[in-house]
């Protein structure tokens, strides 16, 4: 078994290494999608308790259909390939990054608004000054929590020809090789961790008063 894995290593390493970056390149485009959509839809939720609703109800209900029946239900509409991969992961990605999203905003004290109002402070100044800084942490939290789950989901991006080390995995599955299953699965998981703790390292430099 480790001389099946050392010796496709030793011979796919170029192939390897595209999957690696089409992987990347998929689930970095869906938490950009993701984490636009969640953070505006989640400031506009904090407002209101009704607003939050309806605003994460949809998000909720397409959380808990498989990503791969989502994938199978936009092929008709968007087609196969990268837009239909990003669409479904996008769509997986937002609920963690809108629920931190509502409970940073809405964990501010009232006094901090209070005083940036005392002071003469805009509604957009609070907004940018006092509000956004104190959510950051909780908004950070929600994007880490999509990030790993994307990239551990967008294994299923190459069942529609959108590329990726899922491409290994099902090979692996179509001609019965643990070798292959084993190298895609270890693969997904070393990356999977290794931008988990990237965007920690980046989140610690972001948020020094933290």
Known sequence: MLQSIAEYLSTHTAQILVQIRD???ISLLALAAASLIGIVCGY?????????RWITLPFNVLRVVPSLAI???????????????VTAL????????LINTVVGFRDVPDFMTECAAGIG??????????QVPQALPMIFAGMR????????SATLAAKIGAGG????IFTGLGLNRADLLIIGGVAVAIL????????????????KWK
């Open 44 to 52: 506009f939720a904090s407002r209101s308790g009704r607003a939050e």
């Open 192 to 207: 999977s961790l290794g931008c988990g703790l990237l965007f920690d390292i980046a989140t610690k430099k972001i948020i």
């Open 165 to 168: 080390l899922g491409e290994i």
């Open 90 to 97: 996008a769509i997986l990605a937002v609920p963690p990054i």
């Open 145 to 152: 929590t999509a990030l790993v789950e994307v990239i551990a």
């Open 121 to 130: 402070m805009t509604p957009r100044e609070t907004l940018w000054k006092v």
């Open 23 to 25: 992987h990347l390149l």
């Open 71 to 85: 994938l199978v239900l936009l092929i008709p509409v968007i087609g196969t390939g990268v837009k239909s991969a």
